[in-house]
């Protein structure tokens, strides 16, 4: 900015020695009035120095505006680099957000698939131990139905032999012993046919 006042002072200095350039001029020895030549040669510096002050005054100008317009660029890429800052800032908390979100729904993901198989493992648990209880009243009730048929055979043989008694002789004696047998054979098949082959 000081640039800028430079020619001005300098064509001011110039102005106010030239009445007193003249005035030395008309002191001195020689009194005679200023030729034309001194005069022209005057007007001739002071012309050329007023074209070297607007030069100077156009260069002092092109170089504001030059620094301007450097400060003015600085400018814009400061902001532009703060921009570029603040998308980059933007950006990478998205992707963070991202992340974060991706991992959550990761973890439910994991404990829906761990809770379905602790269910999955709890149902077929329950249904091994209905199946063992089921299968251990079978073979209780296959028990019960053993010995109920061995009660049953037991009884028709002691009841045959009580029909027979001690005191049966000879041919009706074989007779009723065949008769008993045969009532136990029929009431061993009815315990076989009602307990199953497998009781005996």
Do not use: N, W
């Not at 005054?57 to 600085?74: I, S, V």
């Not at 709890?122 to 109920?148: G, I, N, S």
């Amino acid at each position: 900015m000081k640039l800028y006042f430079v020619p001005h002072i300098a064509v001011l200095s110039l102005i106010c020695s030239l009445p007193a350039y003249v005035h030395a001029a008309d002191a001195g020895p020689d009194t005679s009035v200023v030729s034309g030549d001194d005069l022209t040669a005057a007007s001739e510096r002071i012309r050329q120095t007023g074209a070297q002050m607007r030069e100077d005054l156009k260069k002092a100008r092109a170089r504001l505006e030059a620094q301007k317009a450097q400060q003015e660029a600085e400018r814009a890429r400061q902001e532009a680099e703060k921009v570029r800052l603040e998308a980059e800032r933007k950006r990478q908390e998205e992707l963070e957000r991202q992340q974060a979100l991706k991992e959550k729904q990761q973890r439910e993901a994991q404990l829906a698939a761990q809770e379905r198989a602790r269910k999955e493992a709890a149902a077929r648990a329950e249904q091994a131990e209905r199946q063992r209880q089921e299968a251990l009243r079978a073979k209780q009730l296959e028990a019960a139905k053993q010995e109920e048929a061995k009660a049953r055979a037991a009884a028709a043989l002691k009841a045959a032999r009580e029909s027979v008694g001690v005191r049966a002789f000879g041919d009706d004696q074989q007779a009723a012993q065949a008769a008993a047998k045969a009532r136990a054979a029929e009431a061993l098949k009815k315990a076989r046919t009602s307990a199953g082959e497998r009781a005996f």
